[in-house]
C-alpha cells in the first residue's frame, strides 16, 4: 500500500480492544511478509499492509466511512470492511463477519481467514509453530492466454466448431466473421471470428459455463467491452482492454454501483479518474492517479 494511503488510515482514531499481538509469522506462499498477528476472539487478524496487498488486492480508503476496499482486478472480487463493523460485503453484498476490522496500535488490521478464502487463498495456523500459513491458489478469472492459438488445416490441433451446425463437427476453413466456437484450456470463445481468431463482437465463458468477457474482440485480443464476477455473475468493469486487463478508460463498479470512472493501466488507476462514495454515490475523490495512488484532490 502506498504510504499517503497508509498514513490515512492510521490516522483514524484507534478503537478500544483487548485484542492481543503476538511475534507470529505470516507466511504467503514461502516467504515470510510480517511477524504481527493478532488473536481476537479465537479469530486471527493480519496487518491491512504488506498482507492483503500481498495477496492481489488494491487497496482503498474512505476516511468518510472508515471503509477499507480490497480489489482484486485479475478475480473480478471487491471486498469492503467498515472499521470495527462486522458487516461486511462482497461485491456490494452483506455478508457477516465473526470479528470486524480494527486499528490497533496504529495499524489496521483485517480478518485473514475471510480476505484469503474470498482471493482463493488457503489458510493454515501451526499452533506449535504459532505461524500462520497462506497459500495462494493461481487463478486466471478463465481469462485464456493472451492469443489464440490459429489452427492448422489438421483438425488434430485446437478443435473449432460451427455453432450453427449442432453435431459439433470440425470444419476446415472459416469465413469472414461466422460465429463460431473456439475451446481453449479453461473456457471457450463464442463470438465473431476472422481468420481461425476471434474478431468483431463475442463472449469468452470460464470452463464451468460462466460469462467472463464480453464486447469487441480484435485478431485474437479482447480491446473494448465488459468483464463479469466469476461467482455472482455482476458486472465489475466495462471499458477499455489491453492484455486482457483494463487498459485505457473504463468504469469499476462494485454491487451495481459505480465506483470510479478514468484512467486505466495494466490494471491500476491511471491518469485522470473519479472515485465514487458507494453508499451515498458521491464523489470521494477526484484528480490524478499514478500506478493505482491518487495524487491530488480538487
Known amino acids: 500500500m502506498n504510504k499517503t494511503l497508509y498514513c490515512a488510515i492510521t490516522s483514524v482514531a484507534l478503537l478500544s480492544t483487548t485484542a492481543k499481538v503476538f511475534a507470529t509469522p505470516i507466511v504467503i506462499d514461502g516467504k515470510t511478509v510480517s511477524n504481527e498477528a493478532i488473536q481476537k476472539d479465537n479469530r486471527t487478524l493480519v496487518p491491512l499492509r504488506g498482507v492483503v496487498d500481498k495477496l492481489g488486492a488494491k487497496i482503498f480508503w474512505e476516511s468518510s466511512t472508515q471503509t477499507v476496499t480490497a480489489i482484486n482486478y485479475s478475480e473480478g472480487k471487491s471486498l469492503q470492511l467498515v472499521i470495527g463493523n462486522v458487516q461486511a460485503k ?65 483438425s488434430t490441433n485446437n478443435v473449432i466448431t460451427s455453432t450453427n451446425t449442432g453435431n459439433g463437427t470440425v470444419i476446415n476453413f472459416n469465413p469472414p466473421k461466422e460465429i463460431i466456437t473456439i475451446n481453449f484450456h479453461n473456457g471457450k470463445y463464442v463470438g465473431e471470428s476472422l481468420n481461425y481468431l476471434p474478431d468483431g463482437q ?31 455473475g455482476d458486472l465489475f468493469y466495462e471499458g477499455q482492454f489491453a492484455n486482457w486487463l483494463p487498459n485505457g478508460t473504463g468504469k469499476i463498479y462494485l454491487g451495481g454501483k459505480l465506483f470510479y470512472e478514468g484512467g486505466m493501466k495494466d490494471g491500476k488507476r491511471s491518469g485522470y479518474g473519479v472515485q465514487y462514495i458507494t453508499s451515498t454515490g458521491q464523489i470521494g475523490f477526484s484528480g490524478q492517479y499514478i500506478n493505482d495512488v491518487p495524487q491530488s484532490s480538487h
Open 90 to 154: 462482497i461485491n456490494g453484498k452483506p455478508f457477516l463477519l465473526d470479528v470486524p476490522a480494527q486499528i490497533i496500535k496504529g495499524k489496521t488490521y483485517v480478518p485473514i481467514r475471510f480476505i484469503s478464502e474470498q482471493y482463493n487463498a488457503q489458510v493454515n495456523y501451526d499452533n506449535a509453530n504459532r505461524t500462520v500459513t497462506i497459500t495462494t491458489v493461481k487463478n486466471n478469472n478463465g481469462m485464456p492466454d493472451n492469443t489464440f492459438t490459429r489452427p492448422a488445416n489438421s
Open 202 to 232: 463475442g463472449k469468452v465463458y470460464d470452463n464451468q459455463g460462466r460469462l467472463m468477457f464480453e464486447g469487441t474482440f480484435n485478431a485474437g485480443t479482447f480491446t473494448y467491452g465488459k468483464l463479469y464476477n466469476e461467482q455472482t
